[in-house]
């Protein structure tokens, strides 16, 4: 069999592999229990994992947040956001080109908080249409769902412009840069992403692993 399909996930990277089972037979301490050298050895590993996450998609170490994955990660995000802003921001509008999980995730949300879902078109090309998610972005709207990179077309999201469009609305910008991270730049901060996502599978690393990082927090 010859599999191509590396953006529903890659195999693991033999390097990685064996820094994982090396870690796994020599790091057996608990993370939390620093009074002691195991659980300090581990919490340096933990810590170091923070700071490369954070490097690869230019963020603060403190704002990354592991998980199972980006689906995981995902529905933490979307659902504590749109549940915190309930009160007077009920509603998410997503990409009609999202993936399942946050679309799963934002119509939860909405359910919960008693707002609506709103899907943003996209274009021919597979961008978002800017012009519709101005229209749909209001008073109302807690969080709006563009991804960085699209994992069926490869487009790329004009993330600077999403974010002015949340930014004038007050509405909270998540991106989901799981094609995005490791494949080309992304700036976190610099595009004013409120809330962001990542998995390790799907750059040479181990399934079960993914990232909930809140950069502008």
Not at 51 to 77: D, H, I, M, N
Not at 133 to 143: E, F, I, K, M, P
Request: proline share 4%; charged share 20%; hydrophobic share 45%.
């Amino acid at each position: 069999m010859v599999y191509l399909d590396y953006n529903a996930t890659t195999p693991i990277d033999p390097r990685v592999k064996e820094w994982v089972v090396g870690v796994m037979d020599r790091v057996y301490g608990n993370a939390s229990s620093v009074q002691y050298r195991a659980g300090q050895e581990a919490a340096e590993l933990v810590e170091e994992a923070h700071e490369r996450v954070a490097a690869l998609v230019k963020a603060a170490p403190r704002s990354v947040v592991f998980t199972s994955g980006a689906s995981e990660a995902a529905t933490l995000a979307i659902l504590g956001a749109v549940l915190a802003r309930r009160d007077s921001r009920p509603s998410v509008v997503v990409g009609a080109t999202e993936h399942k999980a946050v679309i799963a995730a934002a119509h939860m949300a909405a359910e919960l908080s008693g707002g609506e879902v709103r899907q943003a078109p996209v274009l021919p090309d597979g961008r978002i249409d800017l012009e519709q998610l101005r229209r749909l972005v209001d008073g109302s709207t807690a969080l709006v769902t563009v991804m960085a990179a699209n994992n069926e077309t490869g487009a790329l999201a004009p993330v600077q412009e999403v974010a002015d469009v949340c930014c004038s609305a007050g509405a909270l910008f998540f991106c989901d840069v799981t094609q995005a991270a490791g494949k080309t730049d992304v700036d976190l901060d610099a595009w004013r992403v409120d809330l962001a996502v990542l998995s390790s599978h799907k750059v040479y690393g181990p399934k079960g692993a993914g990232a909930l990082i809140a950069p502008r927090t």
